[in-house]
């Protein structure tokens, strides 16, 4: 598992567990793009009720496709870093550790589990509501 957080060309911040995509044999095998596993749309707002806190939004990235893995050429990306802790945490408890469904629609459950903003304070202490 390599959880990366991903700044696309078209400036939209992915979380996802990230696999290489090699072409070529073994010795002379070459990047050509990046399998996403479960990868989610993260967004960071300012949270309307306090002037210290962010709200953490998570979305399901192409959401009516019923692919796990999603391929995506290298060029595609602008850069792939390390997310900060928090942001680690709530991906994992909430989508990556989360079972796949075998159905090919996802349930109202699932969905709202996934849209339900977490909140932060600016200094990364995650709040409970």
């Not at 793009?33 to 979305?59: H, M, R, V, W």
Request: with cysteine.
């Amino acid at each position: 598992m390599s959880i990366k957080l991903l700044v696309f060309k078209t400036g939209e911040h992915i979380i996802a567990d990230v696999l290489e995509w090699l072409s070529g044999s073994e010795e002379d095998s070459k990047i050509i793009g990046y399998l996403l596993k479960k990868p989610c749309l993260a967004s960071l707002k300012d949270n309307p009720d306090s002037e210290d806190t962010y709200q953490i939004n998570l979305f399901p990235w192409i959401p009516l496709s019923k692919d796990v893995n999603i391929p995506i050429p290298t060029d595609y990306v602008v850069t792939m870093v390390e997310p900060i802790e928090k942001l680690m945490e709530i991906y994992k408890r909430d989508v990556y550790d989360v079972e796949t469904s075998n159905e090919s629609t996802s349930t109202d459950n699932e969905l709202q589990q996934v849209l339900t903003p977490t909140i932060i304070t600016s200094d990364g202490i995650l709040k409970n509501d």
